[in-house]
């Protein structure tokens, strides 16, 4: 077999969102092939991570290893049971994807948390699911995946040792976690002069508007501080992410150092397919920085004016154009990925069909009650597979589709900005035409167009934020009513019978764990609706404030370089205390760990289950210090 056609093969298992994309064989096949061998005695890449690129792909790929996990992770496993092929495929599609995405975060493909957090969590979900394997009885699968895992660092002396590995790996990463830092402190540095360069001309409307003369001209002086900050941050931001995504020896995939039978001609084409993967995700920021920069330069040096004003035209409806963009190439991978999901959903209809005559015919209503009414009443081995995969496509499907609903609107709330900028840009320039307007005119549109600038974007952020918030309580609601189900199917399994067989049991026991995984989402969402409150009145009081201060030192005292720079000073550390203190509320540093088994909250949880309800929120999204601060702390679990 070809390098090529691996390339392509393994292609197709990481598209293939849902274990219902492929057959179990297929799945054993592709683990074989990662197996080391005799000759080798690390374990085989996989070649291509272009996928992991998009968010969508991997927040769906990722979200259904967690539901997977969960799903097993308290059910009772009899040998040679229906299920157990099933549960096999489950788990092994699971861990080949959990072993992909250590590939990917090794070269730095779509990161989601920092480096050291998802690789200690990968590596916590691969180990879990060798047990699961082990007591499904897939011994020989939990072995190859296991045998995996101790190759993962490609170090045999620490391979049994996880937090020596996640410790190195974060060692080697020191110039990535660097550099990371190191273009936030720009962008934030950015951020800061940006409020600037909007505020000031407010500042000198106030100042005109009281006849402040003197303080206007020493304003004025302020000018060209902000433009040579911005051209050179622009510039040197650029320059170094297109040196570090695009230099070869800084960018080099470890696969490809590697693959040493590969010809030179092979060779390239797979250093394209690289290069063409990381371009896809930060081309618009490069040619954002490398557009602006230089543009900035020339305005600043030379174009002075109605010149510079038609640039800064230029400029503003390059934007517009990138977020039109920006939602086309979603709106296009979107379709692709449903299509992928219908042509699957088609062969899988057409399977069943020959078991179920008139399935093909029916609307999604009613196929989804009939496939439930035949995994209920029905053993037939195939087609309970066919069933399965068939629900198992259909509803990432529709998550897949739920994800780009939420996403194109907030890609359509920056189109609308975009375009609403440059119109308020056009009447702060006076719509481009110097000396045809009068003078009072003139300096009324101009005056009236950098306030709208200014109000445009705190209507924009706001507008977001109140997207954002409504889709948080959205989800809280659904949350809640989820989470009620499971207390209500909790409570009616503890009425049943007495005493409890083991199946009611371990039902019971994962309906609990169930209530605290969910109770923990609806304190994130929580948690998320109150980041983005605190995030929007961060840079609106930003934006008020830095230009006052400037404002209120230009009035007061003389403007000299030394004191503009004081005054930047401190407003960078104003804005980088209140960043500090956002970021404390930021969800993802607020991520549940998974829910853990303790037998004695359990039992605690058992003997009273209807405090349940005693908490507008429910029981299980308060924190874990209002819990223990709670009078019912002795009838409460604590929070896992």
């Given at each position: 077999m070809?390098e090529i056609?691996?390339?392509?093969?393994q292609?197709?298992?990481l598209?293939?969102?849902?274990?219902?994309?492929?057959?179990l064989e297929?799945l054993?096949?592709h683990?074989?092939?990662l197996m080391p061998?005799d000759t080798d005695a690390?374990?085989?890449?996989?070649?291509n991570?272009v996928?992991f690129?998009?968010?969508?792909y991997?927040?769906?790929?990722l979200?259904?290893?967690?539901?997977?996990?969960?799903?097993?992770?308290?059910?009772?496993?009899?040998?040679r049971?229906a299920e157990a092929?099933?549960?096999e495929?489950?788990?092994?599609?699971?861990?080949?994807?959990?072993?992909?995405r250590?590939?990917?975060?090794?070269?730095?493909v779509?990161?989601?948390?920092?480096?050291?957090t998802?690789?200690a969590?990968?590596?916590?979900?691969?180990?879990?699911?060798?047990?699961?394997l082990?007591?499904n009885?897939?011994h020989?699968?939990?072995k190859g995946?296991?045998?995996?895992?101790?190759?993962?660092a490609?170090?045999a002396?620490?391979k049994?040792?996880w937090?020596?590995?996640?410790?190195?790996?974060?060692?080697l990463r020191q110039?990535?976690?660097f550099?990371?830092?190191?273009?936030?402190q720009?962008?934030r540095r950015?951020e800061t002069r940006l409020?600037?360069v909007?505020?000031?001309?407010?500042?000198e409307?106030?100042l005109g508007?009281f006849?402040?003369?003197?303080a206007?001209?020493?304003?004025?002086?302020?000018?060209?501080i902000?433009?040579?900050?911005s051209?050179?941050?622009?510039l040197?931001?650029g320059s170094?992410?297109f040196?570090?995504?695009?230099?070869k020896r800084?960018n080099e995939p470890?696969?490809l150092q590697a693959?040493e039978?590969l010809?030179?001609?092979?060779?390239?084409k797979?250093?394209a397919?690289?290069?063409?993967a990381?371009?896809d995700?930060y081309?618009?920021?490069i040619?954002?920085?490398?557009?602006?920069?230089?543009?900035n330069l020339v305005?600043?040096k030379?174009w002075?004016?109605?010149?510079?004003?038609?640039?800064?035209?230029?400029?503003?409806?390059?934007?517009?154009?990138?977020?039109?963009?920006?939602?086309?190439?979603?709106?296009i991978?979107?379709?692709?990925i449903q299509?992928k999901?219908?042509?699957?959903?088609?062969?899988?209809?057409?399977?069943i069909?020959?078991?179920?005559p008139g399935?093909?015919?029916?609307?999604?209503?009613e196929?989804?009650?009939?496939?439930?009414e035949?995994?209920?009443h029905?053993?037939n081995?195939?087609?309970r597979q066919l069933?399965?995969?068939?629900m198992d496509?259909?509803?990432?499907?529709?998550?897949?589709h739920?994800?780009?609903v939420?996403?194109s609107?907030?890609?359509?709330?920056d189109?609308?900005?975009t375009?609403?900028?440059?119109?308020?840009?056009?009447?702060c320039?006076?719509?481009l035409?110097?000396?045809m307007?009068?003078?009072?005119?003139s300096v009324?549109?101009?005056?009236?167009?950098?306030?709208l600038?200014?109000a445009?974007?705190?209507?924009?952020?706001t507008?977001?934020?109140?997207l954002?918030?409504t889709?948080?309580?959205k989800e809280?609601?659904t949350?809640?009513?989820l989470?009620?189900?499971?207390?209500?199917?909790f409570?009616?399994?503890?009425?049943?019978?007495h005493?409890?067989?083991?199946?009611t049991?371990?039902?019971m026991?994962?309906?609990?764990?169930?209530?605290i995984t969910?109770?923990?989402q609806?304190?994130?969402?929580?948690?998320?609706?109150?980041?983005?409150?605190l995030?929007?009145?961060?840079?609106?009081?930003?934006r008020?404030?830095?230009?006052?201060?400037?404002?209120v030192?230009s009035?007061c005292l003389p403007?000299?370089?030394?004191?503009y720079?004081?005054?930047?000073?401190?407003s960078?550390?104003?804005?980088?205390?209140l960043d500090?203190?956002?970021?404390q509320y930021?969800?993802?540093?607020l991520q549940?760990?998974s829910?853990s088994w303790?037998?004695?909250?359990y039992?605690?949880?058992?003997?009273?289950p209807?405090v349940?309800g005693?908490?507008?929120?429910?029981l299980?999204?308060?924190s874990h210090?209002?819990?223990q601060?709670s009078?019912?702390v002795a009838?409460?679990?604590?929070?896992s």
């Amino acid at each position: 077999m070809t390098e090529i056609n691996i390339n392509q093969r393994q292609t197709a298992l990481l598209s293939g969102l849902t274990p219902g994309h492929h057959s179990l064989e297929n799945l054993q096949e592709h683990l074989a092939f990662l197996m080391p061998t005799d000759t080798d005695a690390v374990p085989k890449s996989f070649d291509n991570l272009v996928l992991f690129k998009t968010d969508t792909y991997r927040s769906d790929s990722l979200n259904y290893v967690d539901v997977i996990l969960a799903k097993y992770n308290d059910a009772v496993f009899e040998a040679r049971c229906a299920e157990a092929a099933r549960i096999e495929k489950d788990l092994l599609w699971s861990a080949l994807q959990l072993y992909a995405r250590l590939q990917a975060i090794h070269h730095d493909v779509g990161l989601i948390l920092e480096p050291k957090t998802e690789y200690a969590d990968c590596l916590t979900k691969l180990n879990r699911c060798t047990e699961l394997l082990e007591k499904n009885q897939s011994h020989h699968i939990a072995k190859g995946i296991n045998q995996l895992l101790l190759y993962a660092a490609a170090n045999a002396e620490i391979k049994d040792c996880w937090e020596q590995f996640v410790a190195r790996f974060v060692d080697l990463r020191q110039w990535e976690s660097f550099f990371s830092w190191f273009i936030n402190q720009i962008d934030r540095r950015n951020e800061t002069r940006l409020f600037w360069v909007w505020g000031r001309p407010n500042v000198e409307l106030i100042l005109g508007w009281f006849g402040q003369q003197e303080a206007q001209s020493r304003l004025a002086d302020t000018k060209t501080i902000p433009g040579q900050i911005s051209w050179s941050l622009y510039l040197f931001r650029g320059s170094l992410f297109f040196l570090k995504y695009m230099h070869k020896r800084m960018n080099e995939p470890k696969w490809l150092q590697a693959m040493e039978s590969l010809s030179a001609e092979e060779r390239a084409k797979y250093r394209a397919q690289y290069i063409k993967a990381y371009w896809d995700v930060y081309k618009y920021r490069i040619l954002n920085d490398y557009v602006w920069g230089p543009i900035n330069l020339v305005c600043f040096k030379w174009w002075t004016g109605w010149a510079g004003d038609f640039a800064t035209c230029f400029l503003l409806c390059m934007d517009i154009y990138l977020s039109d963009l920006t939602y086309t190439e979603g709106d296009i991978q979107y379709k692709a990925i449903q299509e992928k999901h219908a042509q699957r959903l088609a062969a899988l209809s057409d399977d069943i069909e020959a078991h179920r005559p008139g399935f093909v015919a029916l609307g999604i209503e009613e196929a989804l009650k009939t496939l439930n009414e035949e995994l209920e009443h029905h053993q037939n081995p195939l087609l309970r597979q066919l069933i399965l995969d068939w629900m198992d496509v259909y509803h990432v499907k529709q998550q897949h589709h739920e994800h780009w609903v939420k996403k194109s609107q907030f890609l359509q709330y920056d189109r609308l900005y975009t375009k609403a900028l440059l119109g308020a840009f056009f009447i702060c320039v006076s719509l481009l035409i110097p000396g045809m307007l009068p003078a009072s005119l003139s300096v009324f549109l101009s005056s009236g167009g950098t306030i709208l600038c200014m109000a445009l974007t705190i209507v924009y952020r706001t507008a977001r934020v109140g997207l954002k918030t409504t889709h948080s309580q959205k989800e809280i609601s659904t949350l809640r009513g989820l989470e009620q189900d499971y207390f209500n199917q909790f409570l009616t399994l503890k009425s049943a019978q007495h005493p409890l067989d083991d199946a009611t049991k371990s039902t019971m026991k994962r309906l609990y764990l169930d209530l605290i995984t969910v109770g923990g989402q609806i304190t994130l969402e929580h948690a998320s609706i109150q980041y983005e409150r605190l995030e929007l009145a961060r840079t609106t009081f930003l934006r008020v404030f830095v230009p006052t201060l400037i404002g209120v030192t230009s009035v007061c005292l003389p403007a000299t370089l030394p004191l503009y720079m004081m005054v930047l000073a401190v407003s960078a550390v104003l804005a980088y205390g209140l960043d500090v203190l956002v970021r404390q509320y930021k969800p993802e540093d607020l991520q549940p760990s998974s829910a853990s088994w303790d037998e004695h909250k359990y039992r605690r949880f058992y003997q009273a289950p209807i405090v349940f309800g005693r908490h507008p929120d429910g029981l299980f999204a308060r924190s874990h210090t209002q819990v223990q601060q709670s009078d019912s702390v002795a009838l409460l679990p604590a929070l896992s």
